[in-house]
T-cell receptor
Framework: QSVLTQPPSASGTPGQRVTISCSGS????????VNWYQQLPGTAPKFLIS???QRPSGVPDRFSGSKSGASASLAISGLQSEDEADYYC????????????FGTGTKVTVL | QVQLQESGPGLVKPSETLSLTCTVS????????WSWIRQPPGKGLEWIGY?????????NPSLKSRVTISVDTSKNQFSLKLTSVTAADTAVYYC????FGEGAWGQGTLVTVSS
C-alpha cells in the first residue's frame, strides 16, 4: 500500500554523512509536510523530524530533513553506532480519501 | 512524561474481533489526539487511525469498514476494535500520542491471527 518509496538500505562509517531519500507524488509529499521516524532494533518507532525539517526536543542536531517537490530527504551527519536503525518517512495523502502513508523504510547500517 | 501501554489478547481467531486497550499514564487523555499504528512482522508501518478525546475519529480508508477507535476519559484509556480479522492483520500494534505518533509510543503488542 506504501506510495512513498525509500531505498531499502544505506550505510556509512562512524562520522560519515548518510542521506536517505523518500520519493512520493503531488498528492502526498508534493502537497503536505513530511515526517520522519526512527525505529531502533526491537523497539517502538520514535518521531524524529516533523514538518519536513523540524526537530522535536531531544533529537540531536545531526539529524536534518529537507523537501523539494515530491521528494524528501533525511540526512544523518556525524554517523554514530547508535544511529543504526530503520528510518521511515511519512506524509498525508490527499488522493486516497485521506490517508497517512508511511514510506517503505530504510535500514541504516553503521559499518 | 506521558507513558502508554497496550493490553489485550495476543491470539485472535480468523473472522473474530481484535480488541486492544491503551492505558495512558503520567498525563490526562483529555484534549489530545491518540492513535493506533501497526507493523506486520518484518514489514513497515501502517497507520490505522486516530481519535480526539472528544470522540471524533479519522480512520485509514482501507480499514475503515472494520475499525473502531474509542476513548474512555474516566479510565484514561483508548481502545481499538478490528472486526473480521484475517492472517493479514497479524502485526505488532502500537498505540501512540498525537494523530500520527508525534509523541510517546507504547512498547507495542503482537497480535497473531490464527485458528
Amino acid at each position: 500500500q506504501s506510495v512513498l518509496t525509500q531505498p531499502p538500505s544505506a550505510s556509512g562509517t562512524p562520522g560519515q554523512r548518510v542521506t536517505i531519500s523518500c520519493s512520493g507524488s503531488s498528492s502526498n509529499i508534493g502537497t503536505n509536510p513530511v515526517n520522519w521516524y526512527q525505529q531502533l532494533p526491537g523497539t517502538a518507532p520514535k518521531f524524529l523530524i516533523s514538518s519536513n525539517s523540524q526537530r522535536p526536543s531531544g533529537v540531536p542536531d545531526r539529524f536534518s530533513g529537507s523537501k523539494s517537490g515530491a521528494s524528501a530527504s533525511l540526512a544523518i551527519s556525524g554517523l554514530q553506532s547508535e544511529d543504526e536503525a530503520d528510518y521511515y518517512c511519512a506524509a498525508w495523502d490527499d488522493s486516497l480519501n485521506g490517508l497517512y502513508v508511511f514510506g517503505t523504510g530504510t535500514k541504516v547500517t553503521v559499518l | 512524561q506521558v507513558q502508554l501501554q497496550e493490553s489485550g489478547p495476543g491470539l485472535v481467531k480468523p473472522s473474530e474481533t481484535l480488541s486492544l486497550t491503551c492505558t495512558v499514564s503520567g498525563g490526562s487523555i483529555s484534549s489530545y489526539y491518540w492513535s493506533w499504528i501497526r507493523q506486520p512482522p518484518g514489514k513497515g508501518l501502517e497507520w490505522i487511525g486516530y481519535i480526539y478525546s472528544s470522540g471524533s475519529t479519522n480512520y485509514n480508508p482501507s480499514l475503515k469498514s472494520r475499525v473502531t477507535i474509542s476513548v474512555d476519559t474516566s479510565k484514561n484509556q483508548f481502545s481499538l476494535k478490528l472486526t473480521s480479522v484475517t492472517a493479514a492483520d497479524t502485526a505488532v500494534y502500537y498505540c501512540a500520542s498525537d494523530r500520527f505518533g508525534e509523541g510517546a509510543w507504547g512498547q507495542g503488542t503482537l497480535v497473531t491471527v490464527s485458528s
